[in-house]
């Protein structure tokens, strides 16, 4: 399909899900009257998925970060954009960011991405209602990142820049999909292991295991209700994981010298692996279209193989077009030697 096309059936309404593999109908949800795309300059994003979505559209409109970022993730972006402050998240595990303070940052309005239930809806129209600022909120499935794209491109006022990011996203989800489905002898049991004991969790799913699942890995965590869960050694050791994938750097260097852990299946066998996590996570941190870089890699490492003719260029292709900013290729190079 070219892009014009591409573009054509992607803007149909209503949104079929049919380029995505999904049944699904987005919708925006918006609350008050927004501004012009002409007008809009100044964007709140409620928590760190929203952040990197209106960064990677239109970085000098995003007010700040909601979520702390490292030094070293920072380094990751482009200049300027790794200035942005620190401000608080108004979605996700608490908000953080006073109701005065927001309203100190006068935004057109507030940009939240994410799972889209009645809860979440109910804590829009209740912001908005107490703020009297518009609030966006875009459904966040990874499968749709291409229509996030789209239609936030349009609402901040870059719909060229929407565009060409939605079919660099559908490209990505599309070469990733093949590879699995080339790859996939036999679906692995797989375990996210999250935190600095392992022992949290994304459940089968949640958007926090999409990454996972769409490349092919069957998450032993059931679904029982939220996102993530605690765990215990005793349980993951019953599921006995063929292949365990971590974003902790600590964590990891722990369980490869730890006796437990040592005797679990994917251990024992060489599949525990570090996915990197500059300047956003690959699988999670946020569960945002970051995601969309990491998708080769962690189907090379759920089905083997490698992950692509020349993995590093195509990631450094990925920050140059998503994130307007690449390192030097012996970044990316320690970046993925470390994965």
Known sequence: MNRRAFLAALTALPFSGALSGETATPKVHVFGRLPAPGRVKRVFAAGPPAAVLAHVLAPEKLLGWPQELSAEARAWLAPGVREQPFLGR???RGSTMPLEKLLTLAPD???DTGTVDETRLST?????ARARVPYVLIPGRLADSAWQLLE???ILGVPA???QLAAAAEARLGLARARRDRAATKTPKAYLARGADGLETALAGSINAEAFEL??????AAKQGGNVARVSLEQILAWGPEVIITQDAKFYAWALADETWRRLPALRGGRFHLAPSLPFGWLDGPPGVNRLVGLPWL???LHGGVAGDDPVTDIQAFHRLFYGYAPER????KLLGNA
């Open 124 to 128: 829009a129209e209740s912001l908005h």
């Open 109 to 111: 309005f507030i940009l």
């Open 215 to 220: 490349a092919g890995g069957v998450n032993v």
């Open 330 to 333: 012996s970044a990316f190079e």
């Open 299 to 301: 189907v090379s490492r």
């Open 90 to 92: 108004l979605a996700g």
């Open 161 to 163: 820049r929407g565009e």
């Open 152 to 154: 936030v491109g349009r």
